[in-house]
Every structure is written in C-alpha cells, then in structure tokens.
C-alpha cells in the first residue's frame, strides 16, 4: 500500500523538526541539524511513501510541537498514526503515561507493561519511537538515574528534562 505523508519542517531551539502525517494522524516526528539528513531519514523509514513537502498545510502541528518545545509543561496532544510491533505499542502507551517532570526507568517501564525482564527490549522500543515529544522516550533513564543513549542526542534529551523539570516546579 502506497501511502501519501505530508511533511514539513520548522527550526526550533532543540533543532530542526520534522512531523510527517498521513490522512490519520501524525505518523513521524524526527530531530535533527540537517534538512537533508531528516528527509533522507524518513524517506528510509516509509520507503513505499508517497513524501509531499507541505510545510503550511502542517501549520497546526508546527504550533503544537513548537508550543511544547517552549512549554513542555503544557503537554503534547496530537492524533498519532504510529505503527509497531504489539510489544513496541505497550512500551509507548506507558511512555505517555509518564508526566512531565518526570522519569521512570527502563526496568520500570517493563515492570509497568507486565515483562520485567525485558528492560533491553523497552530501549529497543524506546529507539524505534517514530514520533519524538509526542512518546516521550526523553523521560525514559537507566536504574541508576543517569541519561543514557537517546536517539535524538543526549544534549537533547538532557535540554528536554531539564525544560520539563522547571516546568513542573512552576506548576507546584
């Protein structure tokens, strides 16, 4: 099945952003410095993808990214169309369960979905999330509480919790 993805891109203070949508939902969401090296990397993951550059018709979804960038404590509703395995699926459902302003392990994250053996296969899940922000993967740390790898860089997810942190302590 050929689907068409609209795409576009918008500069922000965490780099640039690129959200992808199909006709049901907000299907990509991708960090990164290069245009190129965006585009490239969701043509890789849609290879059968119709990609159509449509930077205004995505004015909404801009707002709304761009919105939680600058205020994470606001949340991030958006319609996904994320597509995964079973596994993958349960991983995100608790991953958007996990407030902002704060973190939970991957041990946690695999006790929470009834497999507390598989804190490797929720990292795993946590690196194919297709939406960053939307799933917030960010708040996902080792045992320990240390930042560990995070698919859109480090410094990202180190910016992102921090944002996150100062905003819940304004909620308090």
């Given at each position: 099945?050929?689907?068409?993805?609209?795409?576009?891109?918008?500069?922000?203070?965490?780099?640039?952003?690129?959200?992808?949508?199909?006709?049901?939902?907000?299907?990509?969401?991708?960090?990164?410095?290069?245009?190129?090296?965006?585009?490239?990397?969701?043509?890789?993951?849609?290879?059968?993808?119709?990609?159509?550059?449509d930077d205004a018709g995505l004015a909404r979804e801009f707002e709304?990214?761009?919105?939680?960038?600058?205020?994470?404590?606001?949340?991030?509703?958006?319609?996904?169309?994320?597509?995964?395995?079973?596994?993958?699926?349960?991983?995100?459902?608790?991953?958007?369960?996990?407030?902002?302003?704060?973190?939970?392990?991957?041990?946690?994250?695999?006790?929470?979905?009834?497999?507390?053996?598989?804190?490797?296969?929720?990292?795993?899940?946590?690196?194919?999330?297709?939406?960053?922000?939307?799933?917030?993967?960010?708040?996902?740390?080792?045992?320990?509480?240390?930042?560990?790898?995070?698919?859109?860089?480090?410094?990202?997810?180190?910016?992102?919790?921090?944002?996150?942190?100062?905003?819940?302590?304004?909620?308090?």
């Open positions: 099945m050929n689907t068409k993805l609209h795409y576009g891109l918008f500069e922000s203070s965490l780099g640039r952003v690129l959200i992808a949508t199909s006709a049901r939902g907000v299907r990509s969401i991708l960090m990164g410095e290069s245009v190129a090296a965006l585009t490239r990397d969701l043509a890789r993951r849609f290879p059968a993808a119709t990609l159509v550059r709304r990214v761009a919105g939680f960038i600058a205020a994470p404590g606001c949340g991030l509703e958006l319609s996904l169309d994320v597509q995964g395995t079973e596994f993958q699926r349960r991983v995100w459902r608790a991953l958007r369960g996990i407030p902002a302003g704060s973190t939970a392990s991957y041990a946690d994250i695999a006790r929470r979905i009834a497999a507390p053996k598989s804190s490797r296969a929720v990292a795993q899940a946590c690196g194919a999330n297709p939406v960053a922000l939307a799933i917030p993967c960010h708040r996902v740390v080792r045992s320990d509480g240390a930042l560990s790898g995070y698919r859109w860089g480090v410094a990202r997810k180190r910016a992102l919790l921090a944002a996150e942190s100062r905003a819940a302590g304004r909620r308090a």
